[in-house]
Structure formats: C-alpha cells, structure tokens
T-cell receptor, first 115, second 114 residues
C-alpha cells in the first residue's frame, strides 16, 4: 500500500520568505510526527499530532514554526520568515495508534535550503 | 528532562565482525525500546524493538538486550555485512512535554569494511 508521502521533495527559498511543507500519512494512522534532520545529525522532534487531541508543540524551535493537521489526515508545516539555520531535511512520520509503541513510518523528507 | 545517549557515535568494523551499540536513557518508567536504521540518503526504518517484559529479542543477525535496572539497552549485530553500514538510532519511549513519545538518540554511524 501507499506509504507516507511528502511534498515538495526539495525546496530552495530565499531568507525571509515563508514556506509550507506537506505530509500525507498512511491512511488510518492517527499519530503524525514532524522531525528536522540537519546534515549528518540526529532527528530533532518538532511536533506531534494524535487524533483530535491538542498537538504536542514542545519541539518547535521558535514561533516562526507552526503546523496543522486537517481532518486528522494531511499535515502542513509552515516556517515563516525563513533563516539560513532552518536549512535541513524535514521528515514526517505516522503511526497507527496513540500508545507510542507502534512503528513510525517515515516519509522521504523535504530538503529545505534557505539561501 | 528526558535524556538519551548513544555510544559510540561512530563505529568501524571489518565484515564478519560483531557490532554493539549502547543506548542509555533517563526515564525509569520507559517500557518500549526500538532501534531505527537510516541508510545514506534514505528514511529511517524500524529494525527491531523490545518491550520491558523481556530482556532480549533476536531477529536473525540482530538482537536487542535490555537492562531496565541500569536503564540501558543495546543493539547487537553479528556477522556484519557491508549493507549494515548506516546510522542507527535508539528511540526509547519517554514522557516528555506532557506526552509519551519516542525520544531519538543522536545516532551511531556504523561502517562495515569488506
């Protein structure tokens, strides 16, 4: 079946511009996660959506970052007034349930470059 | 707050040798311990996991061992092959920011030389 998809695969933008990154999770998965991965680094947690509960925004690095998940499915991560330090691969993952013990399936990522 | 440490950060072995990566975590209530593998340019994928009611789990050449008292778990790869070269992340389930979620370690880069 279809896995997690993300778009665009690559995004080059100028400093100060806003960007939107999209994630389509696996159908039926109630949990959705966003991570950021800088070159050669680990996975930095950004935000977590679980069903209709309030999202866990504890990982968002600044108020320039926001995310929403419409209808419990597609999610959009928005970065306003991009900075060069925002350059990274943004990974989305989804999992089946709320326990945290379900496998996280990752998308291919969006590589963001801020010039 | 939550703390996850992986050691070593890099590991280089000869093909056929064994590799061991250790993950230490801070939350004594953690009860789920997965390992994810990320090959170069690819997305992370779950390779093995263990729950706190068992001490060891094996799947062919890979195994995970858990020491809940000492709060660490380890990934063991035997008879390493070049395709095992990747970055490995431990990700214990921990209570953080008001939610139970996986907290990923910084990763261990494993290189298997033919």
């Amino acid at each position: 079946g279809a896995g997690v998809s993300q778009s665009p695969s690559n995004k080059v933008t100028e400093k100060g511009k806003d960007v939107e990154l999209r994630c389509d999770p696996i159908s039926g998965h109630t949990a959705l996660y966003w991570y950021r991965q800088s070159l050669g680094q680990g996975l930095e947690f950004l935000i977590y959506f679980q069903g209709n509960s309030a999202p866990d925004k504890s990982g968002l690095p600044s108020d320039r970052f926001s995310a929403e998940r419409t209808g419990g499915s597609v999610s959009t991560l928005t970065i306003q007034r991009t900075q060069q330090e925002d350059s990274a691969v943004y990974l989305c993952a989804s999992s089946l349930g709320a326990s945290g013990m379900d496998e996280q399936f990752f998308g291919p990522g969006t590589r963001l470059t801020v010039l | 707050g939550e703390n996850v440490e992986q050691h070593p950060s890099t590991l280089s072995v000869q093909e056929g040798d064994s590799a061991v990566i250790k993950c230490t975590y801070s939350d004594s209530a953690s009860n789920y311990f997965p390992w994810y593998k990320q090959e170069l340019g690819k997305r992370p994928q779950l390779i093995i996991d263990i729950r706190s009611n068992v001490g060891e789990k094996k799947d062919q050449r890979i195994a995970v061992t858990l020491n809940k008292t000492a709060k660490h778990f380890s990934l063991h790869i035997t008879e390493t092959q070049p395709e095992d070269s990747a970055v490995y992340f431990c990700a214990p389930l921990m209570f953080s920011g008001g939610y139970n979620k996986l907290i990923f370690g910084a990763g261990t880069r494993l290189a298997v030389h033919p």
